[in-house]
């Protein structure tokens, strides 16, 4: 049987797999707008599919997962990331230490998701930009993985799901400002295939609906400049 990397990534391969990544993509990358030359963390990176994609707007990308499975795959896409094993909920790194720091898919499996946004805040320096992208509450994307936990599925037994709002009120907790939120994804599971080749214009059509029917959720916020003294 596949290992747990292979299993995550071959569901981008699948046609509805790719359908769905490319709208989320562009929600996420348009919201945490990354910059050439900028210092950016992967938080819970996975096989490195967003690593990648930060390396590519030209930042300097610091990936971090719990699972070293997870980062070797990661290791095959980015390699020219600094790639890192630890808990988001304790990272590793230094106050101030990155311009943009991104968790996608993260908060969903973390017991304490407060505790995890306060230390993506801590690592991220005065005046940057921490982004948050879960899966969304009100989607029939979410009543299928529940029901997938109600049959005991390990990944999903445990699982959050998030609105926006939910999202934007851990970032204002954790003391940031300037908080946005955005809803993304609405194709349903199992769309046909004539609506997944539609997938980006039925975003556009479909954003009237807020967070009802979308599968991700999305947040950020900007770190407190400090005031003077």
């Given at each position: 049987m596949?290992?747990r990397a ?10 509805l797999?790719?359908a ?20 950016a ?8 599919i ?17 699972d070293?499975?997870?980062l ?14 630890g ?5 590793p ?20 998701p ?6 993506l805040?801590?690592?991220t ?5 921490v ?6 509450r ?15 599925s390990?990944?999903?037994k ?5 609105t926006?709002g ?20 609405y194709?349903?599971?199992g ?14 059509r ?8 979308a599968a ?8 407190v ?5």
């Open positions: 596949p290992g292979a299993r995550y990534d071959a569901w981008f391969s699948t046609p797999g790719r769905m990544d490319a709208v989320e993509a562009r929600a996420v990358i348009e919201l945490a707008a990354p910059r050439p030359g900028e210092r963390l992967d938080a819970g990176c996975g096989t490195g967003y690593t990648r994609r930060l390396l590519a707007a030209g930042a300097t990308v610091t990936g971090l997962d719990r070293a499975e997870m070797a795959a990661a290791c095959l896409k980015a390699p020219s990331a600094t790639l890192v094993q808990d988001v909920t304790a990272l790194f230094p106050d101030a230490t990155f311009d943009l720091s991104l968790a996608v898919t993260l908060l969903c499996v973390v017991g304490d407060q505790r995890a946004v306060d230390e805040v801590r690592v320096r005065p005046g940057g930009r982004v948050l992208a879960e899966l969304g009100h989607s029939l994307w979410a009543a299928w993985r529940r029901a997938q936990g109600w049959r005991g390990d990944t999903w445990d699982a959050h799901f998030f926006p939910e999202l934007a009120a851990l970032l204002r907790r954790a003391g940031t400002h300037d908080v946005a939120t955005r809803a993304a994804a194709l349903p599971p769309a046909p295939s004539w609506l997944q080749a539609r997938a980006v214009p039925l975003e556009r479909a954003r009237r609906l807020g967070s009802l029917g991700f959720s999305l947040a950020r916020a900007e770190t400049e400090p005031t003077g003294p």
